[in-house]
């Protein structure tokens, strides 16, 4: 008896300890724990900590600047919307998780999930394939199908709008809008960036026609989405050397030692160029600027741009069109001036105009762009001679 007893307290000091001891223990652990807790906060300690987080705590946790664009982005419109992340995850076949693990940057969506994004998120596409360019390159354009050819469909448009519709100014409108809003679509399916410009010919001086004007624009992101600032295209812009040559005209990124002499849009990184005529006058030129590079080395490409150029122009009357030897064109101010100093005084200039005439403001805008041509031109020799002895000062070195 007295030995079953004995292992029987034996057992119970192998047991958990008595309260005092236990904490006795604690107050041992104390200083070393506030020791752990006062050491600076490493990135080795801040990971353990987010590993202690749940996927979606984690997705509003991580700081912005840690975040990749794509991750950011897709947190900016999916935040605390817990049924719209439910209804993405849905329609994309994967888990919520999953979803919280693309926003928090743990992971990375399959391509084939980037491509249905788009589509499952429609009211986001452009800033959203924006985001997606920057984080995955390639990624969009490697999923495309390639660039299919102009197809019927636009070419029985335009013919209708062009037999039936009788305003000249409705048909004109109609024509070009219905030219831009599909060739934006074919040419910038994915929405990586691409802006489709008309400029037309200024009205001819004594000695001939000095600029091109754009008048209509449609893009998608970065450009906006219609034009804000009509700028004047001279002869040292790609439209002017397309109009001058009388053929189509393409412009690429590259270094600046081999750079074609030519004024260079904001967000650019290859363009072309062709000239809307009809039995062998001009009317003006169509712009096609992409922001990526080599766009226009496809063929289809440039043979898309020039069939839309032929198809641009029954959108406008045959007095619309001038020859080409009526071409004179001059060198015009940097693109990105033009648009501060119109944007800065155009709009005056013609109300102040039309009061101080007592005409319309129409023709007061017509009166006033042609002024601002003449003192833009000055302004673009003036910017050309500088450009050209600065140049030449970098050669010497």
């Not at 119970?12 to 041992?28: D, M, S």
């Not at 091109?212 to 439209?239: C, D, I, K, Q, R």
């Not at 005209?249 to 260079?264: A, F, G, P």
Request: charged fraction near 25%; glycine fraction near 4%; proline fraction near 4%.
């Amino acid at each position: 008896m007295r030995s079953r007893e004995d292992s029987t307290k034996q057992i119970r000091r192998r047991g958990r300890p008595k309260k005092q001891q236990a904490v006795l223990e604690h107050t041992q652990k104390e200083p070393e724990q506030s020791e752990q807790l006062a050491q600076p906060a490493t990135p080795e300690i801040v990971a353990q900590a987010y590993v202690a987080l749940t996927d979606e705590q984690l997705a509003y946790t991580v700081k912005e600047e840690d975040l990749s664009q794509f991750s950011s982005y897709l947190r900016h419109i999916l935040k605390h919307d817990h049924m719209e992340i439910t209804r993405v995850a849905h329609e994309l076949n994967v888990a919520e998780n999953t979803i919280y693990r693309w926003m928090n940057g743990r992971s990375e969506p399959r391509q084939v999930n980037l491509k249905k994004l788009l589509d499952v998120l429609p009211q986001h596409v452009s800033n959203l394939a924006f985001a997606i360019n920057q984080t995955f390159p390639d990624v969009l354009a490697s999923l495309s199908t390639g660039l299919s050819e102009v197809q019927k469909d636009i070419y029985c448009r335009v013919m209708e709008l062009a037999t039936t519709t009788m305003d000249d100014d409705a048909r004109q409108w109609q024509i070009t809008q219905a030219i831009f809003e599909y060739a934006l679509l074919h040419l910038d399916s994915e929405r990586r960036g691409l802006a489709i410009t008309y400029a037309k010919l200024m009205p001819a001086r004594e000695d001939g026609v000095h600029s091109l004007v754009e008048t209509t624009m449609h893009g998608n992101y970065p450009w906006p989405f219609a034009l804000e600032n009509h700028t004047y295209l001279g002869s040292t812009t790609l439209a002017g050397t397309a109009a001058t040559l009388e053929r189509l005209q393409t412009w690429d990124k590259i270094s600046e030692s081999e750079r074609l002499q030519v004024e260079v849009d904001k967000y650019e990184r290859s363009a072309c160029a062709f000239p809307v005529m009809h039995a062998g006058r001009i009317t003006g030129v169509l712009i096609i600027s992409s922001v990526q590079t080599h766009f226009f080395a496809n063929p289809i490409t440039c043979q898309a741009v020039i069939e839309y150029a032929q198809l641009l122009s029954l959108a406008f009357r045959e007095k619309d069109f001038y020859p080409f030897s009526l071409l004179n064109l001059r060198p015009m101010p940097d693109l990105t001036w033009q648009r501060a100093e119109i944007s800065r005084s155009y709009v005056n200039r013609i109300v102040t105009y039309a009061r101080k005439m007592g005409i319309s403001r129409q023709e007061a805008e017509f009166h006033v762009r042609r002024d601002m041509e003449s003192e833009f031109e000055e302004i673009g020799q003036v910017h050309l001679q500088q450009r050209l002895s600065n140049e030449e000062n970098i050669e010497q070195k």
